[in-house]
């Protein structure tokens, strides 16, 4: 499948299941392709055709924006060098959970959840340890009697019971003699912990220059405010402008033929992401760009605190 029909499929599984979609974004190279909400749940979306075209650099990008917009970030892919990816199992990319299309569908529309995740050496299941072993004692059985059924040693099984994952067909095999499911779905439509230990507020801050171009001026403005700003270099906005209250999805520049497509995006991610959007520009006479309020920086350096900045931006935000 081509990615741009992976894409639409995806948004279309996304659509059917309640989730308020954003339009994909068309810019090259990008870190995230779609954005998708519904209720407290925000996913950030990257599309893949071959998931080993996605680096370290785009990974560290969507966990910083997910962890400022408070969302989930998510790979779906179609292959990699080892293959297609299996339905129903639940991959890891630089950190990010990683499904297929189909497994996405499974989750949302019929409501099948993965139960085997990829590690290195194969694939695993997580085991209910509590249960596995509230029915042990039950039946009087022993470890030796498992780890038979098993096909494990009885080292093996004590493990299990300590928390360690097995592999999927010694966790079919536990499941089949105890006759139960034993098996522990997997969940992917949250934000894993270990990102917010990775990302840390130092690590996502921008480090303001002295230079004297546009960007650099409206950073220290910003920062001159009160607010605490995050560059963006694979995004149609080139920050994330944020204090203890919100987080406003921020374009830089002059007019070009850009500038009309990229307010466009970030009108549609501010919806779905439930932000606000701005787009900052050297001079303008126009108060808004394709729904994107415009600021001009004599306008930005004449306020003194952030609610002045924010009052400016509902005043010129369109109303839907």
């Known amino acids: 499948m ?36 519904r209720d407290d749940l925000l996913l950030i979306i990257k599309v893949l055709v071959n998931v ?12 910083v924006i997910a962890k400022l917009l408070k969302g989930t970030p998510l790979l779906i892919g179609e292959r990699s060098g080892q293959g297609a990816l299996e339905t129903g199992v639940l ?48 039946r009087k059985l022993s470890l030796g009697q498992v780890a038979e059924a098993a096909g494990v040693s009885r080292k093996s099984v004590q493990m299990y019971e300590e928390g360690v994952n097995p592999t999927v067909d ?40 002295d230079d004297d171009d546009l960007e650099s001026q409206v950073f220290r403005q910003l920062n001159g405010l009160g607010y605490e700003v995050v560059r963006t270099q694979k995004c149609p906005f080139d920050a994330l402008t944020s204090d203890v209250k919100l987080t406003i999805l921020t374009g830089i520049g002059e007019y ?48 003194r605190e952030t609610e002045e900045l924010l009052k400016l931006i509902l005043d010129r935000k369109v109303r839907v």
């Open 91 to 138: 991959y890891l990319r630089q950190g990010i959970s990683l499904i297929s299309a189909k497994t996405l569908e499974e989750y949302f529309i019929e409501g099948i959840p993965p139960y085997v995740y990829a590690a290195h050496g194969g694939f695993y299941v997580n085991l209910d340890v509590n249960l596995l072993k509230q029915i042990r004692k039950e």
């Open 170 to 209: 010694v966790g079919m095999r536990l499941a089949e003699f105890l006759e139960n499911n034993i098996l522990l779905p997997l969940r992917f439509d949250r934000h894993p912990k270990d990102n917010d230990k990775e990302i840390t507020d130092e690590d996502a801050l921008t480090q303001i220059d």
């Open 256 to 303: 070009d033929p850009t500038t009309k497509m990229r307010a466009k995006a970030m009108y549609n991610i501010s919806r779905v992401a439930e932000r606000h959007s701005v787009f900052i520009v050297k001079e303008t006479k126009r108060k808004n760009i394709e729904g994107t309020p415009v600021i001009g920086m004599n306008e930005l350096g004449k306020l």
């Open 52 to 63: 080993d075209a996605y680096g370290k650099q785009h990974a560290h990008e969507i966990k």
């Open 2 to 37: 081509e990615r741009s029909a992976l894409i639409n499929f995806v948004r279309e599984t996304l659509a059917k299941a309640g989730f308020f979609v954003s339009d994909p974004c068309n810019t090259q190279g990008i870190s995230f392709d779609i954005m998708a909400r």
